[in-house]
């Protein structure tokens, strides 16, 4: 690899390499020679040399060629980085760690438990207190498997944990729950020993027995089954999860943020119009529009397969790319599929064209909607989900017709 090119003789190699893209040279063979004869280079570092080719007349049409080049080495670098389980980058041993993480959390709650005779009532709550805020964040943890990992198993014909596992995982939040909850009722050391024994107790096995089926069962299973850019895809997505209780690799992260400056900085060939009935919209601004609506939709095909969504700012409901190609009934948690299913079936016999529901969550009061989508004869062609936050709605009064300029 080489080592102190200056920016000049890297440029020289970079228009050599896309010189010879031209001739024929393929993507690969451009990305060794690039690794061999530049070595690592940031994001930033190849936009300036792009754009000084540029300058000299080299078209935009040629760089482009290099693009691909560009976001390989980064994809490259994040491959090796995942490459072995023991590595910190890769999502298990980063999964692992939580896990850790986690057992200290339920340790912590054993030792107090042990040593309940020693603490005053409101000091054992204050402290049980503490450790449960602390759980809250195993949600993420869960998350992540039934939004990222699973899907991608689910690929390789391998639907066990999303069938059961994310069953587990419910009853685990929703004893959680219950013990933040009835931890507010004990108001007597005498009520302490059935809370411990019915809540306590309880959350602390199914969590431990958890962790023991992920590391035993489920990881062991996902290194079987799932390759090694199935990995780097995974930890990518891991992105919109994010992480409950560590903090990524700081390498992982700079290379992550490589890898998407290096796609976003990618020329664009000129984009054709999307004609539509009433008009025509560029690609761009189709995406700006479901960007920007102060909703969340969510697309499935008649078949059941997720095939699109939007990503606004402020998106209720946790999509990721993984999901994109999964079946519908495959994204809810088991005890609710029966009623996805009942939806779906009469929305497809024509029953039923939407349904509606709202519900409280995480602090919002959010307003679902599912419309059966049908062609102009009346075919099915899918079902819609429309979700919007509708707090502030709901305070509305009156009416307002006139603009509040800020001053």
């Not at 041993?93 to 309940?116: D, F, P, Q």
């Not at 190609?325 to 939407?354: A, M, T, W, Y």
């Amino acid at each position: 690899m080489a080592e102190g090119l200056g920016k000049e003789r890297k440029k020289e190699i970079m228009k050599d390499i896309i010189l010879k893209l031209h001739q024929g040279l393929s993507i690969d063979e451009a990305k060794n020679r690039f690794e061999k004869e530049i070595g690592s280079v940031t994001s930033t570092e190849i936009a300036e040399i792009e754009q000084s080719l540029m300058n000299e007349g080299i078209s935009p049409d040629e760089v482009k060629k290099f693009c691909n080049v560009h976001a390989l080495l980064f994809e490259s670098a994040l491959e090796k980085s995942v490459a072995k389980e023991e590595s910190p980058a890769h999502p298990v041993y980063l999964s692992k760690l939580e896990n850790r993480e986690i057992a200290n959390i339920t340790g912590a709650i054993k030792e107090v438990i042990k040593n309940r005779e020693a603490y005053r009532l409101p000091q054992f709550k204050q402290k049980i207190s503490e450790s449960l805020a602390k759980m809250k964040n195993i949600d993420i943890h869960y998350t992540w498997k039934e939004q990222v990992l699973f899907p991608y198993l689910e690929k390789y014909g391998f639907f066990g944990p999303s069938k059961v596992m994310w069953g587990k995982d419910d009853e685990i939040r929703e004893l959680l729950n219950r013990c933040i909850s009835g931890l507010e009722t004990v108001k007597e050391k005498k009520e302490l020993d059935e809370y411990i024994e019915k809540n306590l107790n309880l959350l602390i096995e199914e969590v431990d027995g958890m962790i023991f089926k992920e590391e035993k069962i489920l990881f062991p299973t996902s290194l079987e089954k799932l390759n090694v850019q199935d990995w780097v895809e995974i930890l990518k997505e891991t992105e919109n999860v994010g992480y409950g209780f560590i903090v990524k690799p700081k390498e992982t992260s700079l290379l992550i943020e490589e890898l998407k400056r290096a796609v976003l900085e990618e020329p664009k060939a000129k984009e054709e119009a999307i004609s539509l009935p009433t008009g025509e919209l560029r690609l761009e601004e189709l995406l700006g529009i479901f960007n920007t609506l102060p909703v969340d939709i969510t697309f499935i095909d008649k078949d059941d397969a997720v095939k699109f969504f939007s990503e606004g700012p402020n998106r209720i409901f946790l999509r990721t790319k993984s999901i994109i190609g999964r079946k519908v009934q495959n994204c809810h948690p088991p005890k609710s599929v029966h009623v996805v299913e009942s939806i779906l079936k009469s929305f497809k016999e024509g029953k039923r064209d939407s349904v509606d529901f709202w519900i409280n969550y995480k602090g919002k009061f959010v307003y679902i909607t599912y419309f059966a989508i049908r062609d102009r004869m009346g075919n099915y062609l899918g079902t819609s989900e429309v979700s919007q936050e509708v707090t502030g709605i709901k305070k509305l009064e009156g009416e307002k017709k006139l603009l509040n300029e800020e001053r």
